[in-house]
T-cell receptor, first 117, second 109 residues
Framework: DTGVSQDPRHKITKRGQNVTFRCDPISEHNRLYWYRQTLGQGPEFLTYFQNEAQLEKSRLLSDRFSAERPKGSFSTLEIQRTEQGDSAMYLC???????????????FGPGTRLTVL | QKEVEQNSGPLSVPEGAIASLNCTYSDRGSQSFFWYRQYSGKSPELIMFIYSNGDKEDGRFTAQLNKASQYVSLLIRDSQPSDSATYLCAVNGNNRLAFGKGNQVVVIP
């Protein structure tokens, strides 16, 4: 399978615990994105990497959230001191830059569903 | 005003009919537009992208873009039960996708 992969697919945790998710992008894609999706809503942008550089972070990414992409390949998203409001589907996407103003086509992984009890 | 709006409620269409979905966006400078399909409990799957005004066809799907009116639409011809899903409109701005809430389509056999 050469698509975007995410691990774990499901995570149940208790409030206050820390959780970490992993995303492996499509191999030739150097851009990687994290989104969060709650029930009945479209995905919301969290952050974006080009290679290992984190180029943009949303206001949604509070100081309890941190994302890394240390070698420009896989990425991790950590949530510290989880809250019930963090319960959502966390989606990773990757793309290959096409250049110009058109923007890249992003392909999504299967997501990690987080439930905070 | 939200960046991307999909206001229609659930759409029920008979099998074989045409499903029509609309989306409006607020950033007049937006250049690229995407439709994703999302089955319940699954992640978004890319259906089509469109950059230029007019129509773009891919199989049973047609995307239409009107930049002057700031809307994008998706037509699904010969709807099949497997088309029953939520369809998400997305607009690319500054390397991030802004999504609408989605429109649920139910194809009735």
């Amino acid at each position: 399978d050469t698509g975007v992969s995410q691990d774990p697919r499901h995570k149940i945790t208790k409030r206050g615990q820390n959780v970490t998710f992993r995303c492996d992008p499509i191999s030739e894609h150097n851009r990687l994105y994290w989104y969060r999706q709650t029930l009945g809503q479209g995905p919301e942008f969290l952050t974006y990497f080009q290679n290992e550089a984190q180029l943009e972070k949303s206001r949604l990414l509070s100081d309890r959230f941190s994302a890394e992409r240390p070698k420009g390949s896989f990425s991790t998203l950590e949530i510290q001191r989880t809250e019930q409001g963090d319960s959502a589907m966390y989606l990773c996407a990757s793309s290959y830059p096409t250049g110009g103003k058109l923007g890249d086509t992003q392909y999504f992984g299967p997501g990690t569903r987080l439930t905070v009890l | 005003q939200k960046e991307v709006e999909q206001n229609s409620g659930p759409l029920s269409v008979p099998e074989g009919a045409i499903a029509s979905l609309n989306c409006t966006y607020s950033d007049r400078g937006s250049q690229s537009f995407f439709w994703y399909r999302q089955y319940s409990g699954k992640s978004p799957e890319l259906i089509m992208f469109i950059y230029s005004n007019g129509d773009k066809e891919d199989g049973r799907f047609t995307a239409q873009l009107n930049k002057a009116s700031q809307y994008v639409s998706l037509l699904i011809r010969d709807s099949q039960p497997s088309d029953s899903a939520t369809y998400l409109c997305a607009v690319n701005g500054n390397n991030r996708l802004a999504f609408g809430k989605g429109n649920q389509v139910v194809v009735i056999p």
